[in-house]
């Protein structure tokens, strides 16, 4: 919002949309009137020509903008992620969450890219409902393999893990 203030100040300031349209049309546009007698309204290609200028005045300002914050590089915010936190995903233990149930299989999301699907086990299976926080083993991260002679890999658009159990969180006495 304060840039869009900034913005505005400006333009009025220089009074850049006379000179604008009296740049792009060759005439001021208090000499412009339509066939009704009316004023005539700047052209979009007037009006995105004001947001240029606009722009290039901005930078010429060097106004000091308390808004914008320090951009982190790419690789800055993926070398602090949770992704890269976890580390070897090999036989790590993780919380999921079922999001679907599909007849005796679970697709339990894990924060990963894609959900493992595991099966419902036998005994307490009632207790294994939407929503529900499990616990997992996660053998791999996304299935994918060469099929049949392919030369590329081709994903299942799933994880690999085993189901341990249902996750009850540690309950802390005062």
């Known amino acids: 919002?304060?840039?869009?203030?900034?913005?505005?100040?400006?333009?009025?300031?220089?009074?850049?949309r006379t000179a604008i349209f009296s740049c792009s049309h060759g005439y001021t546009s208090s000499s412009v009137q339509d066939a009704s007698g009316n004023q005539a309204k700047p052209s979009g290609f007037t009006k995105s020509k004001t947001f240029q200028l606009l722009g290039q005045q901005m930078n010429e300002a060097n106004l000091p903008d308390n808004d914008v914050e320090e951009k982190e590089s790419f690789a800055t915010m993926?070398?602090?992620?949770?992704?890269?936190?976890?580390?070897?995903?090999?036989?790590?233990?993780l919380i999921g969450t079922i999001i679907n149930l599909i007849d005796d299989d679970?697709?339990?999301?894990?924060?990963?890219?894609?959900?493992?699907v595991c099966k419902v086990p036998a005994v307490r299976s009632n207790e294994y409902t939407l929503g529900r926080k499990v616990?997992?083993?996660?053998?791999?991260?996304?299935?994918?393999?060469?099929?049949?002679?392919a030369?590329?890999?081709?994903?299942?658009?799933?994880?690999?893990?085993?189901?341990?159990?249902?996750?009850?969180?540690?309950?802390?006495k005062e």
């Open 1 to 16: 919002m304060a840039n869009l203030l900034k913005i505005w100040r400006i333009a009025y300031s220089a009074n850049i």
């Open 78 to 93: 993926l070398r602090h992620s949770k992704l890269m936190q976890l580390g070897n995903p090999e036989s790590r233990m």
């Open 106 to 116: 679970l697709y339990i999301d894990f924060g990963g890219k894609f959900p493992c």
């Open 135 to 149: 616990r997992l083993k996660l053998l791999d991260l996304e299935l994918s393999s060469k099929f049949l002679g």
């Open 151 to 172: 030369t590329k890999d081709v994903t299942l658009l799933e994880a690999d893990a085993v189901l341990i159990g249902l996750y009850f969180p540690p309950v802390y």
